[in-house]
């Protein structure tokens, strides 16, 4: 084929603007970024070649390769692992691979600093490019493995890049860069010095796996020296605690994640007898773009005697802890194991298990010991961690322990379940929350005045789960959890409790408005009430005790189930004035055709107030204009 010259998308084109005029003070991670895909794509060899033998591969001696030409300035990054075909040159290299670059070069734009900057590239799967931080130009030379043909890419990052096939490409990728003058100023070092070279592994890479050897280049007439490996190769994991520092920890969970930032929290634990295996975990301290999306890449890496069978593992941990990144290395698996065999095995949920539960104690433990630790997690992980409370019942009381709620109580400190409790008032026998879309959308509902005239505290929950959790879990410590917009609530304290006369006297009184105006609006509302919970709104809308929330409506036809509408209840404030005229106008006028528009639009205040929207919204509007006009005569 003859050589493709082709343009990068323009998203694609501002990122490595951004790279070639980088932002980014540590140019060393280009070499952590290559080595990391080299060793990718030897993992992935042996992955294909476990499950299928017939694979034209060899894999006598994989191993990644850097080769330094200090006279043409050039460095080479080589391995002989799964490389790519010419399609998936063009789908991998040729454009951004990931759908989050836009969201990338927004979030680049606001970071404030280039420390916050550094820690986003990762995220979207653009280690790659980082090497236009220190070359002028990059050429890919690759061959998928049981391939006959392989594929050149090449670009000098400035809009296009070239594609062309080659016959005598080896198995694997080989990745060269056209090195920049160094320039110390700006801190590009000399990337064809061999001191350099091994700083930069050992203090990145000296935990993978395959070897590192390095190629250094000869003089004109020498002969080339002998390859040294660089790298100890020693699995983290199997190592002790006292022999790895918390650097090495954190360049493999880089290398796991593809994140540049450090961990949040590093786990480890290790399993003896009967079933052997060292799981070494890591909690992020950033949760990824696109965590709560149908594509996010969930699992851990899964090694048996350390060899890698599985890179990301989704039944090793349940769904919930999707965000939770590292490597477990079990003694006793097969070698040639399938995801179907794995959802299976007893010995998986055993792991499964034990995982599940020193995650949630190691949040409990830093939400003990480390509140700003804590702080981060929850505001990160917290949404997703809720809905472990829906699927895991057997977990159900260690996840309540570590969660955490906005409520009344405090402005920006969250509360616990059981502290909420230790607050609760002689007599509350309830747990009271309500949902929303935001605390202040929430707070300014006409639901909470009765609550907030009386001092109960209120659990504000903002997140789209609550709506579905609080209903699973039910109670807490014998508390039920009651939202203050469902159902009759009566907060009146002992002492300002009107007599039982007083309630017949004021029931009597209103019960002929509440019958007609049940009658007018019986297509939008299920009944007519007097309310307790209202001190300063005329009206609001609340749901029966067992009904479907709006909020809940919605999330079910989003999720593309047709579920019928539900009724609200409207509740009337029997002591505001609007109310009261309404009230006295109905028993003094025969003709009730005015009234009947006064009743509509009562109604849509209520709705309005709760951040819903009349059913004819256009008719609502004519209404108050009408009204407006006629004040004003």
């Known amino acids: 084929m003859p050589t493709e010259t082709l343009e990068f998308q323009v998203e694609a084109r501002q990122l490595l603007q951004l790279m070639i005029h980088s932002v980014y003070s540590n140019k060393d991670v280009f070499l952590r970024e290559l080595v990391s895909n080299a060793s990718d794509a ?246 990824p773009q696109d965590l709560f999306t149908r594509d996010f890449r969930r699992g851990l890496q899964l090694y048996v005697k350390r060899v890698l069978i599985m890179d990301d593992c989704e039944a090793l941990l349940p769904p919930y802890l999707r965000f939770v990144k590292g490597v477990v290395d079990a003694q006793d698996l097969s070698l040639n194991v399938s995801r179907e065999i794995l959802q299976q095995d007893r010995h998986i949920r055993m792991i499964q298990r034990r995982l599940t539960k020193k995650v949630l104690s190691s949040v409990k433990d830093m939400k003990t010991n480390d509140t700003d630790k804590y702080a981060t997690f929850w505001r990160e992980f917290g949404a997703v961690l809720k809905e472990g409370l829906l699927s895991d019942s057997d977990n159900r009381d260690a996840l309540l322990a570590v969660a955490s709620f906005a409520s009344t109580h405090a402005e920006e400190e969250p509360t616990t379940l059981q502290q909420y409790v230790e607050r609760m008032k002689d007599g509350q026998d309830d747990i009271y929350y309500m949902t929303g879309e935001s605390r202040q959308s929430i707070e300014n509902s006409p639901h909470m005045e009765a609550f907030r005239a009386r001092g109960i505290e209120v659990l504000l929950l903002t997140d789209p789960v609550d709506e579905v959790w609080v209903d699973a879990v039910g109670e807490f410590d014998g508390k039920a959890l009651r939202s203050v917009a469902k159902g009759e609530i009566d907060l009146d304290a002992e002492g300002d409790k009107p007599s039982d006369g007083e309630r017949e006297k004021q029931a009597g009184a209103y019960a002929g408005l509440l019958d007609w105006m049940k009658e007018q609006l019986g297509e939008e509302v299920k009944d007519v009430r007097l309310s307790t919970r209202l001190t300063v709104s005329p009206a609001c809308v609340v749901s029966d005790a067992h009904d479907l929330t709006p909020a809940l409506e919605n999330m079910y036809r989003a999720m593309g189930q047709e579920i019928p509408p539900t009724k609200r209840i409207l509740e009337l404030n029997p002591t505001h004035p609007l109310v009261r005229g309404l009230n006295q106008a109905y028993q003094e006028r025969e003709d009730r055709a005015e009234l009947v528009e006064t009743a509509e639009l009562l109604h849509g205040l209520a709705v309005l107030a709760e951040g819903g929207q009349p059913k004819e919204p256009a008719r609502f509007v004519k209404l108050v204009a009408q009204r407006l006009e006629r004040a004003l005569q």
């Open 42 to 287: 030897l993992d992935k060899l042996r992955l294909a070649v476990l499950r299928d033998d017939s694979l034209d591969a060899d894999t006598s001696d994989l191993h990644i390769e850097i080769e330094l030409d200090q006279d043409a300035r050039t460095l080479t990054v080589r391995d002989n692992g799964v490389g790519m075909s010419y399609d998936e040159v063009g789908q991998l290299i040729g454009t951004i691979a990931n759908s989050g670059t836009a969201a990338f070069l927004e979030e680049l734009k606001e970071a404030k600093d280039a420390a916050g900057a550094e820690g986003l590239i990762g995220q979207f799967g653009v280690g790659f490019y980082s090497g236009f931080m220190v070359a002028d130009e990059m050429t890919l030379v690759t061959r998928r493995a049981g391939e006959s043909s392989g594929t050149r890419w090449s670009s000098r990052g400035e809009g296009t890049y070239t594609l062309e096939t080659v016959d005598d490409a080896p198995q694997g990728t080989a990745v060269t860069l056209h090195l920049k003058p160094a320039d110390a100023e700006n801190q590009l070092h000399d990337y064809t010095s061999v001191w350099k070279v091994k700083e930069i592994v050992k203090r990145y890479s000296d935990f993978i796996t395959w070897p590192i050897r390095l190629v250094p280049g000869a003089a004109e007439g020498e002969e080339t020296p002998e390859p040294e490996t660089l790298n100890s190769m020693k699995a983290l994991w199997a190592r002790s605690r006292d022999e790895v520092s918390d650097d090495e920890y954190h360049e493999l969970y880089k290398h796991v994640s593809h994140d540049w930032r450090d961990p949040l929290e590093t786990i480890r634990l290790q399993a003896e007898g009967t079933f052997e295996y060292q799981a070494l975990l890591f909690v992020p301290a950033h949760a």
